[in-house]
């Protein structure tokens, strides 16, 4: 599906993984984007290209480096996009996809005691210490087979999560989509058909370790989404969450052992491969056309067969 320059979409969290992919893929499909994110003046070298790239398209595209989770910000941001799209212009898809959580554990680890690369070793006659780095060096090269003998990942003995923690994940992650979906609303901004677009995993079901937080702000965005869909489609407006599948981003890297996540994932996945930023991007334009008007208050799963396998290779 084509669209044209006055249908907008407004990705909070648009400049790298699920939300840069997004605007990309929309542009190409000539929607005019508005990009919030939040960055450090050092890393604008890597995203600026990426940014050309959408222009590239010959779409619009508005950016803006401010905190999307400040309502103060929010409401310039509003201000600018109002006199961007002008009379005729409308925000035909919000995507949700701020990743600012806490990754901390809710108590010290136990660790369990790991008898099987000292029983390899003693087999082998080599040193304990150097099969461990062999078999990290194997793991670390992108072998998901190596994944049972793999060191485990390390997590902080110091630090833990507090209520305080929970509070700002939650919001950041999940409840702070209202706002903005309240605003557009209230300033007549929304299309008459519009999206909204929120991202889950499936740390809301999964207990990983470190991810209480975010996994908490998973399951509220879900719920909150679900409201959306029903209290706010009489006005044309529809709402779905995207599960992706384990893929690397940004925010993927930041977790505690994520590189065991992606192993785990590989081995299960019935493709063999991750989840691409891509693959989400092309799951939201097909939920953003026409045909998926029907389509409302779902959790969509982008994954590849990876959530229901059962199979590890």
């Known amino acids: 599906m084509m669209y044209s320059r006055d249908q907008w979409a407004v990705i909070l969290g648009g400049s790298s993984g699920f939300g840069l992919a ?14 919030v994110h939040r960055d450090r003046r050092a890393l604008m070298k890597q995203i600026e290209p990426e940014f050309e790239k959408i222009r590239g398209t010959g779409a619009r595209l508005m950016t803006t480096n401010t905190d999307a989770l400040d309502a103060e910000s ?12 002008g009379g005729e212009g409308r925000v035909r898809v919000l995507l949700h996809s ?6 901390k554990l809710l108590a010290p680890e136990r660790k369990r005691p790991r008898e099987v690369v000292r029983e390899l070793a003693g087999r082998l006659g080599l040193e304990e210490g150097a099969v461990q780095s062999a078999v990290d060096a194997v793991f670390g090269a992108g072998h998901p087979q190596a994944l049972g003998l793999a060191s485990p990942p390390l997590y902080s003995d110091k630090h833990f999560l ?30 008459a058909d ?23 702000a998973k399951v509220a965005l879900e719920s909150l989404a679900r409201s959306i869909a029903v209290e706010f489609a009489p006005y044309g407006i529809r709402c779905n969450v995207i599960q992706a599948g384990i893929t690397l981003t940004p925010a993927q890297d930041a ?8 192993a785990q994932a590989l081995s299960r996945n019935p493709f063999g491969r991750l989840t691409t930023p891509r693959d989400v991007a092309n799951a939201i334009a097909l939920l953003a056309s026409d045909d998926a008007a029907w389509i409302n208050g779902e959790v969509i799963r982008v994954d590849g067969g990876e959530h229901i396998s059962g199979a590890s290779s």
């Not at 997004?22 to 929607?31: K, N, S």
């Open 22 to 35: 997004t605007a990309q893929r929309l542009a190409e499909q000539g929607m005019s984007v508005c990009v």
């Open 74 to 85: 929010r409401h310039a941001v509003l201000d600018e996009l109002a006199q961007a799209m």
């Open 98 to 103: 701020i990743a600012f959580g806490n990754l």
């Open 162 to 191: 507090d209520e305080e923690d929970f509070s700002r994940t939650i919001h950041a992650m999940g409840t702070s989509l209202l706002g903005w979906v309240q605003e557009i609303f209230t300033r007549g901004l929304f299309a």
């Open 194 to 216: 519009a999206r909204v677009f929120g991202l889950t995993s499936e740390g809301n079901e999964l207990a990983w370790k470190g991810y209480a937080a975010v996994g908490a």
């Open 255 to 262: 977790i505690p052992g994520s590189a065991h996540m992606r």
